[in-house]
């Protein structure tokens, strides 16, 4: 399955807040200080003094309370903040810049108390989590002398050596809200927790399949994935690939042996073999049902094909996308108050399911329930884009 990069408004946002933020920075090399200037875009932070990080490591002073959103380790290296940045060792930068909330604040603390650097580096998001909890600084500091267990008991997670051993095997290129409700999610469960720990190494691919698809935990996938480099997009992808595949093997309600065939592969490529396997199967069965009951008409779907989204009608075209696309389309073809969408762009065909409330199909309550490309690969920002403007402009206009 192909990915493709697809980012909310919220993510725009934040980058656009960031980007404002980060030119606003002085460096003061006589007071080894890092200014920024937050009035316009955080006013009720004013102007933000950052000590050096020689200056955090000495420090006596209480640990300010500093903006929670504030990306600073995200931020480019231009001249100014590079200065501040340069002193700070490149793996507590690394380690702290993986969690979107609460830099400044975990790399103070890692500065500030030798504990915190230690757990920084052993299980970064025990610290993070520990940072973030919303308790004082001298809590805090109560807590770092004692068993790691008991510090996960505290900020909400089982107080168990198996806490402490999933946490430390975790291996994330970052932490943002999908990724946090995942590790909450395999916490939470002592079966994915307990099956958990046969894994040396959890990247986000192993951590994402576990909170998933709890049934493929230390299955030969499972371990390989664990090994394999990997980025959120190949996470999303994976995902929707497996889903894809358990929703059409239930469908054909296939014998457990011939399912346990995604469980024994090593890598997705074997699984996407898999399921166009048993697309093709699926695809034959059904137009054979309705050739039963329907007259056959050939589809002339490609010649129909535009930049302006069409609904499609026939089940002769629902197969011929499914099979352009690798995608089950099919399986919703009977599905009350759904249909599909379809429209081509230069990169190429794209199809949506599109459900709503009204008897009508094109009513103004719409819900995109799925939206495939060639390969069955996931849209970007520009098929959605596309999909949202075609859908505002069906919506009734006002007087």
Same mark, same amino acid.
């Given at each position: 399955?192909?990915?493709?990069?697809?980012?909310?408004?919220?993510?725009?946002?934040?980058?656009?807040?960031?980007?404002?933020?980060?030119?606003?920075?002085?460096?003061?090399?006589?007071?080894?200080?890092?200014?920024?200037?937050c009035?316009?875009?955080?006013p009720?932070?004013?102007?933000?003094?950052?000590?050096?990080?020689d200056?955090?490591?000495?420090?006596?002073?209480?640990?300010?309370?500093?903006?929670?959103?504030l990306r600073?380790?995200?931020?480019?290296?231009?001249?100014?903040?590079?200065?501040?940045?340069k002193?700070?060792?490149?793996?507590?930068?690394?380690?702290?810049?993986?969690?979107?909330?609460?830099?400044?604040?975990?790399?103070?603390?890692?500065?500030?108390?030798?504990?915190?650097l230690?757990?920084?580096?052993?299980?970064?998001?025990?610290?993070?989590?520990?940072?973030?909890?919303?308790?004082?600084?001298?809590?805090?500091?109560?807590?770092?002398?004692?068993?790691?267990?008991?510090?996960?008991?505290?900020?909400?997670?089982?107080?168990?050596?198996?806490?402490?051993?999933?946490?430390?095997?975790?291996?994330?290129?970052? +932490?943002?809200?999908?990724? !946090?409700?995942?590790? @909450?999610?395999?916490?939470?469960d002592? %079966? =994915? $927790?307990? #099956?958990?720990?046969?894994?040396?190494?959890?990247?986000?691919?192993?951590?994402?399949?576990?909170?998933?698809?709890?049934?493929?935990?230390?299955?030969k996938?499972?371990h390989?994935?664990?090994?394999?480099?990997?980025?959120?997009?190949?996470?999303?992808?994976?995902?929707?690939?497996?889903?894809?595949?358990?929703?059409l093997?239930?469908?054909?309600?296939?014998?457990?042996?011939?399912?346990?065939?995604?469980?024994?592969?090593?890598?997705l490529?074997?699984?996407?073999?898999?399921?166009?396997?048993?697309?093709?199967?699926g695809?034959?069965?059904? +137009?054979?049902?309705?050739? !039963?009951?329907?007259? @056959?008409?050939?589809?002339?779907?490609e %010649? =129909? $094909?535009? #930049?302006e989204?069409?609904?499609?009608?026939?089940?002769?075209?629902w197969?011929?996308?499914?099979?352009?696309?690798?995608?089950a389309?099919?399986?919703?073809?009977?599905?009350?108050?759904?249909?599909?969408?379809?429209?081509?762009?230069?990169?190429?065909?794209?199809?949506?399911?599109?459900?709503?409330?009204?008897?009508?199909?094109l009513?103004?309550?719409?819900?995109?329930?799925?939206?495939r490309?060639?390969?069955?690969?996931?849209?970007?920002?520009?098929?959605?884009?596309?999909?949202?403007?075609?859908?505002?402009?069906?919506?009734?206009?006002?007087?």
């Open positions: 399955m192909k990915t493709a990069l697809s980012l909310n408004p919220s993510e725009v946002q934040q980058k656009q807040l960031q980007k404002q933020l980060s030119k606003s920075c002085f460096w003061d090399e006589v007071e080894q200080t890092l200014w920024i200037d009035r316009k875009v955080l009720e932070f004013g102007v933000l003094n950052v000590p050096s990080w200056s955090l490591t000495m420090s006596s002073s209480k640990i300010p309370a500093y903006p929670n959103n600073i380790l995200d931020w480019s290296n231009y001249s100014q903040i590079s200065y501040w940045r002193q700070i060792p490149q793996w507590v930068h690394d380690s702290c810049a993986l969690f979107p909330t609460h830099q400044l604040s975990l790399l103070h603390y890692a500065g500030k108390y030798p504990q915190v230690e757990l920084l580096d052993h299980s970064p998001m025990l610290a993070w989590r520990l940072i973030t909890a919303g308790l004082e600084e001298v809590d805090i500091v109560a807590l770092l002398s004692g068993k790691r267990q008991i510090m996960a008991g505290q900020v909400g997670w089982p107080e168990k050596v198996e806490t402490v051993k999933f946490l430390r095997n975790l291996r994330l290129r970052l +932490v943002n809200d999908e990724i !946090a409700e995942q590790i @909450e999610i395999c916490l939470m002592e %079966q =994915r $927790l307990t #099956a958990l720990q046969t894994l040396p190494r959890i990247n986000s691919m192993a951590l994402s399949l576990a909170a998933r698809f709890p049934e493929l935990i230390g299955c996938l499972h390989a994935l664990a090994q394999l480099p990997c980025r959120p997009m190949q996470c999303q992808s994976m995902v929707a690939l497996l889903e894809d595949a358990y929703r093997a239930e469908a054909l309600t296939l014998p457990h042996a011939e399912i346990d065939k995604i469980g024994n592969c090593r890598y490529v074997e699984v996407t073999q898999v399921y166009q396997a048993w697309l093709k199967i695809c034959d069965e059904f +137009v054979r049902e309705m050739m !039963a009951i329907n007259s @056959e008409k050939k589809s002339n779907l %010649q =129909r $094909l535009s #930049a989204p069409k609904v499609m009608t026939s089940w002769q075209d197969v011929e996308v499914s099979r352009l696309q690798q995608h389309w099919w399986l919703d073809y009977s599905t009350n108050a759904q249909g599909l969408v379809i429209w081509q762009d230069k990169v190429g065909v794209w199809c949506a399911l599109i459900s709503q409330d009204s008897d009508e199909f009513g103004d309550l719409q819900t995109i329930v799925r939206v490309g060639e390969e069955n690969c996931l849209p970007g920002a520009k098929p959605l884009s596309d999909l949202h403007l075609w859908q505002a402009r069906l919506l009734p206009q006002g007087d």
